[in-house]
């Protein structure tokens, strides 16, 4: 099976800030990673697929990059909308999804 | 536009079978390359892939929970079903239902509003 891990699990940024999250697989996985984004009580969205392709409808403040084991997911300016929680997912093999990256307000 | 919306029982008693549906529209399950499949999400936890079936009736599971999962689909009716045997306290979540689109990898792009499944006595 193919882990995923995620940095940090959560942290705090104001309004504007320049975010990054980083995804980790166990193995080499290419570029088949996908983002999503998820607000409480609502359904995960797809953000980024294949790494870096951004997904139709998706602000261009969010992009991806990364390839073989070490990907982020960085929001250029992190608007109030942004708050909510990240999650990777490998599409190499069986779908694994990471553990996560909560995103709050400083 | 693509919508899913999964249904089913909100409670279920430790050993029973769990059977959820997604009714969904927008698109069709006999068109090449599309399939449907289920993620839940523990309270508080993160997303776990359950299931997948693709157009042409090729399914797969999670390698950890296999044995306890069928997935079916109608493609008449426009659904899928995903029943889990033995139900325990742990598999309290909720569980989603989304679309695979054709040509990309194993992702969904259109998801179910969820379906919360409590699993106690």
């Known amino acids: 099976d193919i882990q995923m891990t995620q940095s940090p699990s959560s942290l705090s940024a104001s309004v504007g800030d320049r975010v990054t999250i980083t995804c980790r697989a166990s193995?080499?996985?290419?570029?088949?990673l996908n983002w999503y984004q998820q607000k409480p009580g609502k359904a995960p969205k797809l953000l980024i697929y294949a790494a870096s392709s951004l997904q139709s409808g998706v602000p261009s403040r969010f992009s991806g990059s990364g390839s073989g084991t070490d990907f982020t997911l960085t929001i250029s300016s992190l608007q109030p909308e942004d708050f909510a929680t990240y999650y990777c997912?490998?599409?190499?093999?069986?779908?694994?999804f990471g553990p996560g990256t909560k995103v709050d307000i400083k | 536009q693509i919508t899913l919306k999964e249904s089913g029982p909100t409670l279920v008693k430790p050993t029973q079978t769990l059977t959820l549906t997604c009714t969904f529209s927008?698109?069709?399950?006999?068109?090449?390359?599309?399939?449907v499949g289920w993620i839940r999400q523990p309270p508080g936890k993160a997303l776990e892939w359950l299931a997948l079936i693709y157009w042409n009736d090729d399914k797969r599971y999670s390698p950890s929970l296999k044995s306890r999962l069928t997935i079916t689909k109608d493609t008449s009716k426009n659904q899928v079903v995903l029943t889990m045997t033995n139900m325990d306290p742990v598999d309290t979540a909720t569980y989603y239902c989304?679309?695979?689109?054709?040509?990309?990898?194993?992702?969904?792009?259109?998801w179910g509003q969820g379906t919360l499944v409590t699993v106690s006595s």
């Open positions: 927008g698109f069709s399950l006999s068109t090449s390359g599309v399939g």
């Open positions: 989304a679309h695979r689109p054709r040509g990309y990898s194993l992702l969904f792009d259109y």
């Open positions: 193995q080499s996985i290419s570029s088949y």
């Open positions: 997912q490998q599409s190499y093999s069986t779908p694994e």
